[in-house]
T-cell receptor, first 111, second 113 residues
Framework: SQQGEEDPQALSIQEGENATMNCSYK?????LQWYRQNSGRGLVHLIL?????REKHSGRLRVTLDTSKKSSSLLITASRAADTASYFC???????????FGKGTLLTVNP | DAGVIQSPRHEVTEMGQEVTLRCKPI?????LFWYRQTMMRGLELLIY????????DSGMPEDRFSAKMPNASFSTLKIQPSEPRDSAVYFC???????????FGQGTRLTVV
């Protein structure tokens, strides 16, 4: 079974709006990562947050991590049509470093 | 570096045939992962290697699937015999050390008819 589960499954917004995606996981982690996948392509790493961090920023991306709730969120601010893609969270399974992914959120940004 | 290289990009084969997917990880990366992606099941981890040694193959669906990593620069995923339900996109990813970001190949789209 998948370690992480994203919600919503699909999100449609207008260009310029913010997009928030959530991820819940089940076991302990060393870090949590977010990836992006354009249609027909491989996954591309966006950002990594370690278990002792609560928030991290990278450009228009903001990630939060709440280990007590076993959840994370990815915020994309001022979205662009080019942000249209699927977004996945990935966890490393704690001690075994087994990198597993959720089913993803399909984000559509309408121009 | 050219990134993680997978071949072939597309494979169409008949049921019962053997299929071999290939992956060249990024030079210097110590860990390699094989994933399968379908609409129904999402991105499933099949097996991963650390320093060429298989660490966890619990995701391999059945005995028809096997994976090898004979050296640090090459891995194969073999399906024998293939079945239509094996149709999916298969990704290989490598990591330079555990607990860091993964780099993915472009995937192999497998269709078994």
């Amino acid at each position: 079974s998948q370690q992480g589960e994203e919600d919503p499954q699909a999100l449609s917004i207008q260009e310029g709006e913010n997009a928030t995606m959530n991820c819940s996981y089940k076991t302990s982690i060393n870090n949590l990562q977010w990836y992006r996948q354009n249609s027909g392509r491989g996954l591309v790493h966006l950002i990594l947050i370690r278990s002792n961090e609560r928030e991290k920023h990278s450009g228009r991306l903001r990630v939060t991590l709440d280990t007590s709730k076993k959840s994370s969120s990815l915020l994309i601010t001022a979205s662009r049509a080019a942000d249209t893609a699927s977004y996945f969270c990935a966890t490393d399974g704690g001690s075994n470093y087994k990198l597993t992914f959720g089913k993803g959120t399909l984000l559509t940004v309408n121009p | 570096d050219a990134g993680v290289i997978q071949s072939p990009r597309h494979e169409v084969t008949e049921m019962g045939q053997e299929v071999t997917l290939r992956c060249k990880p990024i030079s210097g990366h110590n860990s390699l992962f094989w994933y399968r992606q379908t609409m129904m099941r999402g991105l499933e981890l099949l097996i991963y290697f650390n320093n060429n040694v298989p660490i966890d193959d619990s995701g391999m669906p059945e005995d028809r699937f096997s994976a090898k990593m004979p050296n640090a620069s090459f891995s194969t995923l073999k399906i024998q015999p293939s079945e239509p339900r094996d149709s999916a996109v298969y990704f290989c990813a490598s990591i330079d050390s555990l607990a860091s970001e993964a780099f993915f190949g472009q995937g192999t789209r497998l269709t078994v008819v």
